[in-house]
């Protein structure tokens, strides 16, 4: 992925890639889901997580995945299995943390995760 999620240890992370490469990232992204798909077996659940900010990595390479695959649904994380870390996922059940988060604790990184079940 893009890492921009580090970017509050590494600030010069905005200037390694270019609008072009998260193209390129997207594709690898989208096709590692493909490969593990292919690899998990019916009930099987798949974890997909990236170290970016952006949604062009995080929940559209996801949704792009879902409309082309009907046999797999995404189960929802629930608040309850974060223990101690309130406010960090959607109402659909994605996991998003950002860098301000934990901000008392000098912040942490920002990332992307969701849960994937393969149902046939």
Not at 3 to 28: C, F, Y
Not at 71 to 84: A, H, Q, R
Request: net charge positive; with cysteine.
């Amino acid at each position: 992925c893009s890492a921009t999620g580090t970017i509050r240890r590494h600030p010069e992370i905005i200037w390694q890639h270019s609008a072009s490469d998260l193209t390129v990232l997207q594709e690898k992204q989208l096709n590692l889901l493909n490969a593990a798909l292919e690899m998990v077996k019916t009930s099987g659940l798949i974890i997909y997580t990236v170290c970016s900010l952006d949604k062009d990595e995080g929940c559209r390479v996801v949704n792009k995945f879902l409309k082309k695959h009907k046999n797999v649904k995404k189960i929802p994380i629930k608040e309850t299995e974060l223990i101690g870390l309130p406010n960090l996922t959607s109402k659909s059940g994605d996991l998003r943390t950002m860098p301000y988060h934990l901000k008392e604790m000098g912040g942490m990184d920002g990332f992307y995760a969701v849960r994937l079940q393969r149902t046939f």
